[in-house]
């Protein structure tokens, strides 16, 4: 058992602070209504379900961002949050541990090869005159936009263009942002990089480490963007746009919705490129459905 450490609450009107003995630190149990609420407010705020079988989960990663906080009591804490303006910034760092960030290079093959055939079908004349602009929904720390960075590069180059393009991660986690700037992971990251790739565009720059290619990482830019608020995206006429394992985590009619402003943002002849399954019975009377088998991709009609 841990030892309990006595805790004060902090005042309200002070902004959070980390206390430094909060390792040792136990909370009381939460109520199933108490659980409810936050489940209520990460959804009303982000979108996101916690599904009940993810109750664990919820309460482990509450508790121990109070027990960070000095804070024993939920109900504190979610006032806190809600209420008081000093607290905003606590709401990303809350958020940033209620994300599921699992990513890593060339995640799904498939997919790419896809993303792959589609440039390789653009016409040369639009490729040499307008930048490609890709945008990765859900990025998390920026595995997939430095691979779409890669694949879009060598697909240029080897048709003879110049690697005119941009690559826009959004995700609503900061922290997982700022990792994403560094370009700087952890080599079981990489995987499923083929040799003469990792050779080619990253730098072992500690033991275990890797650098993405500092030239390379200058065609990305990330942008913090809540899904549950699309409609205030600026980013149109996306030629690209790469949506995988984040619908998963909401409700099937946010899904479409968002799948609705995605589909807005693409530029005609567009492509967009989901996780397969995550929405079944989907259609968009702007889209065509690619007949990929193991990619669930669409492409916006050129009228559209
Ligand atoms: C499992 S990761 C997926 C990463 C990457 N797309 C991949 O497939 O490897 C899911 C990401 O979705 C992000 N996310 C969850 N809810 C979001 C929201 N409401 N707005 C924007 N991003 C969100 C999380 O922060 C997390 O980084």
Not at 7 to 20: H, L, S
Not at 85 to 99: A, F, I, K
Not at 187 to 200: A, D, K, W
Not at 254 to 276: C, D, F, K, Q
Request: with cysteine; aromatic share 10%; glycine share 4%.
């Amino acid at each position: 058992m841990c030892g309990y450490q006595a805790v004060t609450e902090k005042k309200k009107d002070q902004p959070p602070r980390i206390v430094e003995s909060w390792s040792l630190a136990s909370l009381p149990p939460v109520s199933e209504t108490m659980l409810q609420q936050w489940r209520q407010l990460i959804e009303a705020r982000t979108g996101m379900v916690v599904e009940p079988n993810r109750t664990t989960f919820l309460q482990t990663n509450l508790a121990s961002r109070m027990r960070e906080l000095g804070l024993s009591d939920y109900a504190a804490y979610y006032r806190r949050i809600t209420e008081a303006p000093d607290w905003m910034v606590e709401w990303s760092v809350l958020v940033d541990r209620l994300t599921v960030q699992e990513t890593r290079f060339f995640r799904d093959i498939d997919a790419l090869r896809t993303v792959e055939q589609y440039i390789a079908e653009l016409p040369r004349q639009q490729l040499s005159q307008t930048p490609l602009e890709a945008w990765s929904v859900g990025c998390a720390t920026g595995e997939e936009v430095y691979t779409l960075c890669i694949l879009i590069n060598e697909a240029l180059t080897q048709r003879g263009l110049k690697p005119k393009f941009g690559v826009t991660g959004t995700d609503i986690s900061t922290p997982a942002l700022n990792k994403a700037r560094t370009g700087i992971y952890p080599e079981r990251r990489l995987v499923e990089v083929r040799p003469e790739i990792q050779q080619r565009y990253f730098e072992l720059v500690r033991p275990g480490q890797y650098q993405f290619d500092r030239a390379l990482m200058k065609k990305a830019c990330f942008v913090r963007e809540n899904l549950a608020e699309l409609q205030n995206a600026l980013h149109f006429r996306m030629q690209i746009i790469y949506c995988q394992n984040v619908l998963i985590y909401f409700k099937k009619w946010r899904r479409r919705e968002i799948l609705r402003h995605l589909t807005e943002r693409l530029a005609p002849g567009g492509l967009l490129v989901l996780g397969l399954g995550e929405l079944t019975n989907w259609q968009h009377p702007d889209l065509e459905r690619l007949s990929t088998e193991h990619t669930l991709a669409y492409r916006k009609k050129s009228g559209a």
